[in-house]
């Protein structure tokens, strides 16, 4: 016999005639506090933070107006020339592109000598 099927047997012996450590069962509701406690820490590690950022970028894109450089999630860079519903129409360098205003990520704000 192995190693393995011999810890089988003494185990299942164990369990047939009792160790005298019976263990008396607690609360069912206490099962639950480590799931609890592992979801509130989801929430303060991932899920705040990510919608305290939409909360940002919602509004970000409601502040838009033509005439802001902005820059694209593709990486595009270019200046706004329209806005529509859910579109933005931007003009980078000789081309107009028209796109989701979702697309924008971020206002640029060219630094000038007077706010050094």
Do not use: C
């Amino acid at each position: 016999m192995t190693l393995i099927e011999n810890m089988t047997w003494i185990l299942a012996a164990q369990n047939a005639t009792g160790t005298g450590q019976e263990t008396q069962a607690g609360p069912v509701w206490v099962q639950f506090v480590p799931f609890v406690f592992l979801f509130l820490i989801m929430y303060v590690i991932l899920i705040r933070p990510q919608q305290k950022k939409a909360k940002e970028h919602d509004a970000l894109l409601k502040k838009l107006k033509v005439g802001d450089r902005v820059s694209t999630n593709g990486g595009i860079i270019g200046v706004v020339v329209g806005l529509k519903d859910n579109k933005v129409s931007i003009r980078s360098a000789d081309s107009k592109l028209e796109m989701l205003k979702g697309a924008v990520t971020e206002v640029l704000v060219e630094k000038t000598s007077s706010d050094s």
